[in-house]
Nanobody
Framework: VQLQASGGGFVQAGGSLRLSCKAS???????????WNWYRQAPGKERELVAE???????RYIEAVKGRFTISRDNAKRTAYLQMNDLKPEDTAVYYC?????????WGRGTLVTVSS
């Protein structure tokens, strides 16, 4: 299984981006029952967990993004998403997706999000 993250870019404050994380090689049952997470790492800071989508479908967010970010997945497309609205300069970071399937953790390469003020 390989995860491919995409959708990052440069956006002005208040703008939106949708990040995608496609799981190539994952069978439907594994993908749909897996847990999906988005992390970010800003320059000079540690990587932090931003949004979680549990295997049971529960969603959790850090306080800083609540009401602005939405995590979701499309099982048929084997793709997890992070919809980011009302972006702020402090959201600037490299974003990473993580999938937990087959009792293993899979990581995608990061995608850079830059938000200008």
């Amino acid at each position: 299984v390989q995860l491919q993250a995409s959708g990052g870019g440069f956006v002005q404050a208040g703008g939106s981006l949708r990040l995608s994380c496609k799981a190539s090689g994952a069978i439907l049952s594994a993908f749909s029952s897996g847990a999906w997470n988005w992390y970010r790492q800003a320059p000079g800071k540690e990587r932090e967990l931003v949004a979680e989508l549990t295997s049971g479908g529960s969603k959790r967010y850090i306080e800083a993004v609540k009401g602005r970010f939405t995590i979701s997945r499309d099982n048929a497309k084997r793709t997890a998403y992070l919809q980011m609205n009302d972006l702020k300069p402090e959201d600037t970071a490299v974003y990473y997706c993580e999938g937990v399937m087959y009792s293993s953790n899979y990581w995608g390469r990061g995608t850079l999000v830059t938000v200008s003020s």
